[in-house]
């Protein structure tokens, strides 16, 4: 393995998930990881006070990975001691985009299974397993890490068994750790057993709850010299018992070690201009093309093709969080309302026969897509007019800044990451959505009439989508925020 460069001023991250796109993508993790430790990599020093990032990226092995890396990557063998016994295991070594990435295999870790399964025992002995190979390359002589970077509960362990091994002289004491929060609920339910036969033993930390001293998360999360959550108003939501999942008063115990860093955007992967699923591409100089998109649109779904109706879209999971039941209701409320909605999207079966049966009750105005299609969704996102998220809760949401960048302008609940990248209309001139306090079908009804009402007004909606589309969501300006607490921590 190379070693790393002895510059007193490279500060050296090893970034720890178990999926991260192009290698293996499940959901919005995958985005995070590969983009969020690139940025920080092309950081110039200027911008970080002479400091370089020099981070890298460590998954695990699965085939869809393994396939990726060529027959002529290296590949290197050590042993990993967990209480199952001494556990072979190999590291592959490769490089996407200039960036050095590692993919640990062993019998633990398989292949050809989904990332993520029904079952709590096996999943939680694959991640943990590949949290404790990822702490052992950690100290590889040669590396000398000074942050570890882990991510949701799968990584989770690693700040709690790398400040185990501080106390014992296992591990340097310089050595770092940062836990990200993407959606604190998951915590690593039903690994306990895995824990255990793994020979990690449960925290005794006092200040988290009994039932939380047996779940990586929260181990995690008391053990972390920082927790940074995926938006600033997300970071203090969980602080509250609404959101906080019964962590909130531990949460609140760590709050000088907790903060909000809100994610970023690939701009190249979703730029308008570039876009070839549209059938015009267009920018804030040429806004005025999209409404082809827009009835080319109307005809694919077969709606009356008119630019003057506006044209409503959910794009998302049909669950409760994403608010899906809330759309359903509050567009019963506006039936006398002139407008189109397209529901696109699969997940609870109950909301998606409710969705298919609002098509069959409106055939003239709704079309419900039960499925799964990154191809309509761009061109949903090029071609509507306003984007639905009622989210009860959001950490930080995607949708919205795609919206945004693409001139669909978002109508959302206050909430989480949706407060800190939408500015409600009327607030000032640089609105860019509408948000709505109380998550119930009727205040959403009235926010997507008062957006109906604003888009008569063309001069003002099309501030909105200027507003929008100029937002800087790179993850450029996420990159600085977290470089700062890797040379702060």
């Known amino acids: 393995m190379s070693e790393f460069s002895a510059d007193r001023k490279r500060i050296k991250c090893l970034f720890t998930a178990v999926e991260a796109d192009p290698l293996v993508k499940v959901g919005g993790l995958g985005d995070v990881a590969f983009s969020l430790p690139n940025a920080l990599r092309n950081l110039h020093p200027d911008e970080i006070g002479g400091h370089e990032i020099d981070v890298r990226l460590i998954l695990p092995c699965y085939s869809t990975a393994c396939h990726s890396v060529s027959e002529s990557s290296r590949k290197t063998h050590f042993d990993v001691m967990t209480g199952l016994g001494v556990i072979p295991t190999t590291i592959f070594m490769t490089e996407i985009k200039n960036m050095p990435v590692y993919l640990i295999s062993s019998d633990l870790i398989p292949q050809n299974t989904s990332v993520y399964t029904s079952d709590s025992y096996k999943d939680g002995l694959k991640f943990l397993f590949f949290s404790q190979a990822a702490l052992q390359l950690a100290i590889t002589p040669g590396w000398d890490m000074d942050v570890l970077h882990a991510n949701d509960w799968h990584t989770a362990i690693i700040p709690y068994l790398l400040k185990g091994g501080k106390r014992t002289g296992i591990y340097p004491k310089k050595m770092k750790s940062i836990l990200t929060i993407h959606n604190l609920p998951f915590m690593g339910a039903g690994t306990q057993t895995a824990l255990r036969d793994l020979g990690i033993p449960f925290s005794n930390d006092r200040k988290l709850p009994a039932w939380a001293r047996r779940l990586p998360l929260p181990m995690g999360l008391s053990a972390s010299d920082r927790i940074v959550a995926v938006s600033p108003s997300y970071a203090s939501e969980i602080q509250t018992p609404e959101y906080g999942n ?63 109706i506006p044209l409503l879209a959910f794009i998302g999971r049909m669950d409760q969080q994403k608010g899906i039941d809330l759309i359903i209701d509050a567009l019963r409320l506006l039936t006398k309302q002139s407008w189109q909605a397209v529901l696109l999207g699969t997940g609870n079966t109950v909301l998606e026969k409710q969705a298919l049966q609002l098509q069959t009750d409106f055939p003239d105005k709704v079309r419900a897509i039960i499925k799964f299609d990154s191809h309509l969704s761009r061109r949903i996102y090029g071609g509507a007019d306003i984007l639905m998220m009622p989210s009860r809760y959001e950490p930080c949401g995607l949708a919205q800044m795609i919206a945004m960048r693409y001139g669909c302008v978002p109508l959302a609940h206050a909430t989480g990451g949706l407060i800190d990248t939408i500015t409600d209309y009327g607030q000032n001139i640089d609105a860019t959505g509408f948000l709505f306090e109380d998550c119930t079908a009727t205040e959403l009804a009235k926010t997507i009439k008062q957006a109906l009402n604003v888009y008569k007004i063309k001069p003002e909606w099309i501030k909105l989508q200027r507003n929008g589309m100029k937002k800087d969501f790179s993850w450029h300006q996420s990159a600085l925020s977290y470089a700062n607490l890797y040379i702060n921590i």
């Open 246 to 308: 019964d962590l909130n008063d531990f949460l609140n115990s760590r709050s000088d070690r907790l903060s909000g860093i809100i994610n970023g955007l690939d701009t190249e992967l979703w730029d308008p201009s570039t876009d070839h699923e549209l059938n015009v591409q267009f920018s804030t100089q040429t806004l005025p093309d999209r409404h082809h998109n827009k009835t080319v649109l109307q005809k694919e779904l077969a709606l009356e093709e008119n630019s003057d």
